[in-house]
């Protein structure tokens, strides 16, 4: 016996090419007897009852379902038939062409079948750009930085909601499954899974790695302000979740600025839940730097830590003046960099100062030992970041230059996706210049993996030509630097 | 499915990127499967409003509710009754487009529309009278919208004119609106003369009747009403967008109540006429889409949190606005004069700034939302096919969805872009796209002409900041 379905969809209407294209489909799966469907047009309800199908008046607007099968199950497998022809006919009419050049779509919402959305627009414009990408199924990467607290709460808040992952905002670095977002170093695949609250330390960390042969699984960006008070760690626990399933990542590495007590215990707690072994780096006064932190990773993996590399001679280098110069891309190595130089020379000014009456603004000359971070949020207003566009720093250095002040400069370089293609070209002139008027030592951190496309080993004999010093670790550029500030001093 | 929707799966990973396109170029060069976003900033001045409407964590939903009942509406014709029963109007009260207006600020065309009616009414004996009574006070006027009817051009509605009244049975929501006149020299276009009251007397006296038993005698039959929503969907297939084109829609209306009328008992002298008259005016059925659009809109009002529009309308000096989320209030800026081709000699500098209720049609995403269904339509820009098409395509960026019924079939039957959203049109500063009749700027001249326009930013940023402030406070 068999078993029958007739079902009447009032107001559906299609058009009836559309509908034998869907009969047949029906029809064809096994175990179908008589499928149509069709609009209720006296002609359509004839054919259905000649069929032998029982209606109940229909309309000719009513879209008519008339299923016969072997059994219910039948039934069910060919309802599951039709909607999915239905869904098939309305993706082709979303993907159709033809009839004049497709305009790109206008927002992150009407990007179709994407699962990430990228973020670069100037701050103001962010946030809702990224809560329709939320809301249209894709998790966000948020590389703009000015964007309320709020804002990234309320953005974090809604993902949760529909287990998405917001990265930022302010992310400059994300690796997922090996494809490098925004400011990213090319790696290998491998056993390290990072969750950093900061761009350039995970790049750092993640370039150390590369040089020991080691690759990543992930890096999932958070966005400085994750383990704020504020947010509460928001991204950073959807991550430890997403990196604790993975089956790539092994073990999972925290980078981030110390955070408030209950933010720091809530992270804690959650990777001792983890059944893989979980490295902070966490950075700062009285924390290890990130080439140590690195260094723990090796450890925690098994790995022979190697002698990070240097390029040029330390030798003849000789403070031309008093005061250390920092003149940064990177955020958090340029506050690693001064969390290191503090504790040998006390005051370091800075537009990141490390002490509230440290600060200084930094379009002000340098004053005593100054640090400034061109990456930071009030210096990319209206402008790119320091990492695509060099003309500001550039500038900076040829001022310390003429700073009878300045006995040393410290710099870093960073390779990778999104950023300069050649900065060591763009720096060479200045560094020449330092060199030749004031024979002032410029140190170099130089953050890139062996596979960046830049060419690591290209950057390097280039900047070490115009006559710099470089090094792979930003913590061995500075302890050079310091070792010739302390030995050189005023002529 | 893993944490993320399987996001850190190998392979998986698809990017929308919007802003530098350097980082563009980098997941390009990784060979990442990629879309990228013709950003621009939002309109200047929303961005606070615009932000605060976006962290409405009520309006993603509340969007979704209201297309899901624009969807669901349906429309029959229920009735034809004249204007004082079915609206309750008394002699001395009228109903216009667009959003209320005085006589002082009232444009040529909806002056010679009220003048038009005082006299079809007999208010008045000559527009001298009319004027008098009407700068006066002695006849009040009210937005056709305020009673949940349309009405086209000036709109003007008069106590005795014979109105659709149409049925959406999903809501148990009635709508409606006056018999279409023709084209040229008629009274929503603002004309007024002896042989514009007189084609009025006689819709009253022969017409209205005539509908009325026909589609009596249709609701009575076996067939049941007639389903305009049913048509407006066919006739999206068949060529006509529902605004500027209703050549097919007319047919199959006449198609519909033909064979009632000629079973009616009416004198045959007054069937031919009524059914040459109908025939001979392809926008006839424009007066059945309105209020159909209309059923289809009212689902979608009072959502608290949505941001999907619910009346675009206007009355020749003002383009109102209203929006689901927050109730009957009217954004206003200034109405903006169409361009298109113009009848016989007027020009531009003869037409009068946008007028009618009709774009109730695109804010039920037909009319300029469905162009891409009516081709012919792009001549009244001088315009090619792809434009027609590409107007569509920019429709689907401010809508919050699509209207599966209203397949569109150069589009491979993809539904007309349903439900602008408020939000959408100040992200991406891209306006509703309307067709549009032209009518004379002075009172008494009638059409001039057809063409395209927008409203103007002005009732969107009026909407993004009331919505701003009708949502929950944060930050």
Redesign the interface.
């Given at each position: 016996m068999s078993e029958v379905h007739i079902e009447f969809r009032?107001?559906?209407?299609?058009?009836s090419v559309?509908l034998l294209e869907v009969s047949r489909a029906v029809a064809q799966t096994p175990g179908v007897e008589d499928a149509i469907i069709a609009m209720g047009t006296p002609l359509n309800v004839d054919l259905m009852r000649e069929l032998g199908f029982v209606l109940d008046n229909p309309?000719?607007?009513d879209l008519i379902i008339a299923i016969r099968a072997s059994d219910q199950a039948t039934i069910a497998t060919a309802l599951s038939a039709l909607a999915a022809e239905f869904v098939s006919?309305?993706d082709?009419?979303?993907?159709?062409g033809?009839?004049?050049?497709?305009?790109?779509?206008?927002?992150?919402g009407?990007?179709h079948?994407?699962?990430?959305?990228?973020?670069?627009?100037?701050g103001?414009?962010a946030?809702?750009?990224a809560?329709?990408?939320i809301?249209s199924?894709?998790?966000v990467m948020i590389?703009?930085d000015n964007v309320?607290?709020?804002?990234e709460i309320?953005l974090k808040d809604?993902a949760a909601e529909e287990?998405?992952?917001v990265m930022g905002p302010d992310c400059g670095t994300a690796v997922?499954?090996g494809?490098?977002?925004?400011f990213a170093n090319i790696v290998r695949p491998g056993p390290v899974g990072i969750i950093a609250a900061s761009g350039t330390g995970a790049q750092h960390v993640i370039a150390l790695l590369d040089l020991a042969g080691v690759g990543i699984?992930?890096c999932i960006g958070v966005g400085g302000r994750d383990l704020s008070r504020e947010v509460m760690a928001r991204s950073t626990m959807?991550a430890f979740?997403?990196?604790a399933?993975?089956e790539q990542t092994e073990v999972i590495v925290l980078i981030s600025k110390p955070s408030a007590p209950e933010v720091a215990k809530l992270v804690r707690e959650r990777a001792k839940a983890i059944a893989k072994p979980v490295v902070f780096a966490l950075l700062g006064e009285g924390s290890p730097d990130l080439t140590n932190a690195t260094e723990e990773i090796l450890r925690t993996i098994g790995v022979t830590q190697p002698i990070w590399r240097s390029w040029g001679d330390e030798g003849p280098m000789r403070a031309a003046g008093k005061y250390l110069r920092g003149l940064y891309s990177g955020g958090t190595i340029c506050d690693e960099a001064m969390v290191i130089a503090a504790k040998e020379l006390g005051t370091i000014y800075s537009n990141i100062p490390l002490r509230q009456e440290w600060d200084l603004d930094p379009f002000v000359p340098s004053k005593e030992h100054t640090f400034i971070d061109f990456g930071d949020d009030a210096m990319t207003v209206g402008r790119?970041h320091p990492m695509?566009d060099p003309t500001l720093r550039i500038e900076r250095l040829r001022r310390e230059i003429a700073d009878p002040d300045c006995g040393v400069i410290i710099l870093d370089v960073v390779l990778g996706?999104?950023a300069d293609s050649d900065p060591a070209t763009a720096l060479a002139p200045a560094i020449k210049e330092a060199i030749s008027k004031r024979k002032i030592p410029v140190i170099i951190s130089l953050i890139g993996s062996s596979g960046d496309?830049q060419g690591l080993e290209r950057q390097a004999k280039l900047l070490i030509e115009a006559g710099a010093y470089v090094t792979v670790s930003n913590a061995a550029a500075v302890r050079t630097a310091l070792s010739l500030v302390r030995t050189g001093g005023a002529s | 499915m893993s944490k993320f929707h399987g996001l850190l799966q190998n392979d998986n990973l698809k990017v929308t990127t919007a802003g530098v396109p350097l980082l563009a170029d980098s997941l390009a060069n990784q060979q990442v499967p990629l879309t990228r976003i013709d950003w621009r900033p939002a309109v200047p001045g929303s961005q606070t409003s615009l932000d605060r409407v976006m962290a409405d964590g009520r309006r993603s939903e509340a969007n979704s509710i209201a297309l899901a009942r624009m969807l669901a509406a349906g429309a029959q014709l229920v009735d034809v009754r004249q204007a004082k029963d079915a609206l309750g109007l008394d002699s001395r009260t009228f109903l216009h487009a667009g959003p209320p207006i005085t006589w002082e600020r009232a444009s040529g065309p909806m002056r010679g529309a009220l003048l038009g009616g005082a006299i079809f009414e007999g208010i008045a004996d000559n527009p001298e009278g009319a004027e008098k009574i009407l700068s006066s006070g002695g006849v009040a006027w009210e937005p056709c919208h305020h009673r949940d009817a349309v009405g086209p051009m000036a709109g003007v509605v008069t106590p005795s004119m014979w109105m659709f009244e149409l049925l959406d049975p999903s809501t148990g929501n009635r709508s409606w609106c006056s018999l279409n006149e023709g084209l040229g020299k008629v009274l929503r276009y603002g004309a007024y003369s002896d042989e514009v009251i007189d084609r009025l007397r006689w819709m009253t006296k022969v017409l209205g009747p005539l509908l009325k038993i026909a589609v009596e005698r249709r609701s009575a039959s076996a067939a049941g009403p007639v389903d305009i929503h049913a048509i407006l969907a066919q006739m999206i297939q068949m060529g006509d967008e529902g605004h500027n084109r209703n050549r097919a829609g007319t047919l199959m209306l006449i198609r519909d109540l033909l064979p009632e009328m000629i079973e009616s008992g009416a004198a045959t002298s007054d069937l031919a006429t009524a059914t040459r008259f109908i025939g001979g005016n392809d926008h006839f059925f424009l007066n059945l889409v309105m209020p159909a659009c209309k059923l289809q809109t009212m689902a979608a009002r009072d959502i608290p949190g949505s941001s999907v529009v619910t009346v675009m309308a206007r009355n020749g000096t003002d383009f109102g606005i209203q929006v689901s989320g927050t109730g009957r209030t009217w954004y206003t800026g200034p109405a903006q004069t169409p361009v298109g081709l113009f009848l016989g000699s007027y020009s531009e500098a003869d037409a009068n700034p946008d007028i009618g209720d009709s774009a109730i049609t695109e804010t039920a995403g037909v009319g300029g939302f469905s162009m891409a269904a009516a081709p012919a339509i792009v001549r009244f820009i001088g315009g090619t096919v792809p434009d027609a098409l590409a107007a569509t395509r920019r429709m689907y960026e401010i809508t919050v969805g699509e209207n599966v019924n209203f397949g569109i079939p150069v589009l491979e039957f993809r539904g007309a872009p349903t439900g602008i959203d408020v939000t959408r049109v100040i992200r991406t500063g891209i306006l509703p796209q309307i067709n549009t009749g032209m009518a004379g700027r002075l009172a008494g001249v009638g059409q001039v002409g057809a063409g395209l326009v927008n409203p103007p930013m002005e009732c969107f940023e009026g909407a993004i900041a009331g919505l701003a402030e009708a949502a929950p406070q944060v930050g």
């Open positions: 009032s107001g559906a209407y299609r058009d559309s309309s000719p607007n006919m309305d082709r009419a979303k993907a159709a033809g009839g004049g050049e497709v305009a790109p779509p206008r927002s992150v009407r990007s079948g994407s699962n990430l959305a990228l973020i670069s627009v100037p103001s414009g946030f809702a750009e809560m329709d990408a809301e199924g894709q998790s590389f703009s309320a607290v709020w804002q309320a809604r287990d998405l992952l997922i499954g494809v490098g977002l925004g699984s992930h959807g979740d997403a990196l399933e993975d790119a695509i996706h999104g496309p | -």
